[in-house]
Structure formats: C-alpha cells, structure tokens
C-alpha cells in the first residue's frame, strides 16, 4: 500500500488560484470515487474540506473546488488568502477497507 | 458538536506497548454510521491512516501495521483505543483519533493529537 503522491510544496499570491494534484492508481483514486482532501495547520486536529472527489461539507469556502480525472484527484483553492497557509493532505479508499494518504502538499500564500 | 480527545503516555520505551485513548463527546461510538478510527503523522512526515473500528467491534488495519495494531471500543465509557506492540523509534509521531464516515471513507471530525516518543 504506497502513499498517493502530491507536491511538497506550492505557493501563490493573495487572490491568485493555485492547484494541488493527488496522483495514484487504478488501485484507490483511479477505481473509487471515496476521495477526500484535509486542511492542516501544524498543531491543529486536521479539517476536512471535501469528501467524495468533489463534495464539501457544510461550512467550507466554495473557494476550494476538485475534482478527479482517472488516476489523479485535484485540489483548487482560488482566492487565496492567508488563512489558506497550511497543508493539505488527499487520501483515497484504497480497497480492502484500507485508506491510503498523499504525502502532503505545504501551501505558502506568499 | 461533537469533540474526540486523545489521551495516554507520552513516552514509551522501545520494545514496550503504546497505548492511546479516544474519549468521544456529543456522539455515539455505537450510533451504526460511523467507524472509529487512528492516524499518525511522524514528524516531517504525511499522514499515515492506522486502522478503524465499528460499532461492531469489527476492525480494518493497515496492511503494514496489522501485525502489532489492536483497535478496541469501550462502549461503556464511549471510548475507543488504540495499542501498538514492540515499538521503535519509527513509531514516534503525533497520534490522531478521527470519525470516519463508513462507506464513503472520510474523517470529519478529528482530535487534536497526542504526541508519543518512543525512546528509552
């Protein structure tokens, strides 16, 4: 069971859209659609910000959009502002009833 | 609003037991919707998802951890636990207690973390 795999690192300016891919497998991301994305600011418990490829929970900014095309799920985030700063992780059902995470994406709002 | 709290021994020596407990307020652990669940995340690290368990008492684990994972409820004090075996230093890492939603396999409530040292 490998990690997905996402950048290290993105930035972007105030009010500029950036994009963090989630790359995988026919194994997780490319066979289900049970993809999720987290919002994590060290120190803090993480958030989640969407489930099911593109659904956000009650509550979430419609800045941050997703979506997925075969095996890669993708995280937009326009507007930025800097409360964005934070890392992000996307995790994937992976089959079996096992869960699988990236290896997480650190954003800087410069 | 439902909280989890982690709570347990900061450190632990190597070869021994980790053991963690996930306190839950404002929800049922035996509510039949949501699974009960552990993650990781070593320092400098992702997040590494540990296992989950249901109302039930059925539990899933991680392939790579199965071996030295227990995942247990405590339904009388609406609490679940986690316990790692033999650990080693690669087992240090802040350990989070999340409801994860069945079926559709994501967490959305999480606690905060409980940091663990493994070292003698």
């Known amino acids: 069971q490998s990690a997905l795999t996402q950048p290290a690192s993105v930035s972007g300016s105030p009010g500029q859209s950036i994009t963090i891919s989630c790359s995988g497998s026919g194994s997780e991301v490319g066979n289900y659609n049970h993809v999720s994305w987290y919002q994590h600011h060290p120190g803090k418990a993480p958030k989640l910000i969407i489930f099911?490829?593109?659904q956000r929970p009650s509550g979430v900014s419609t800045r941050f959009f997703a979506s997925k095309s075969g095996t890669t799920a993708s995280l937009t985030i326009s507007g930025l502002q800097a409360e964005d700063e934070a890392d992000y992780y996307c995790?994937?059902?992976?089959?079996?009833?096992?869960?699988?995470f990236g290896g997480g994406t650190k954003l800087t709002v410069l | 609003q439902v909280q989890l709290q982690e709570s347990g021994p900061g450190l632990v020596k190597p070869s021994q037991t980790l053991s963690l407990t996930c306190t839950v307020s404002?929800?049922?652990?035996?509510?039949?919707?949501?699974?009960w669940t552990w993650i990781r995340q070593a320092a400098g690290k992702g997040l590494e998802w540990i296992g989950r368990v249901f109302t039930s008492g059925n539990t899933d684990y991680n392939p790579t951890l199965k071996s030295r994972v227990t995942i247990s409820l405590d339904t009388s004090n609406n609490q679940f636990s986690l316990k790692v075996t033999s650990v080693t230093a690669s087992d240090t890492a802040v350990y989070y207690c999340?409801?994860?939603?069945?079926?559709?396999?994501?967490?959305?409530?999480w606690g905060e973390g409980a940091t663990v040292t493994v070292s003698s």
């Open positions: 404002g929800d049922s652990i035996t509510n039949g919707i949501y699974y």
């Open positions: 099911e490829v593109s």
């Open positions: 995790s994937s059902y992976a089959g079996g009833s096992t869960l699988v």
């Open positions: 999340a409801r994860l939603r069945g079926y559709y396999y994501y967490m959305d409530v």
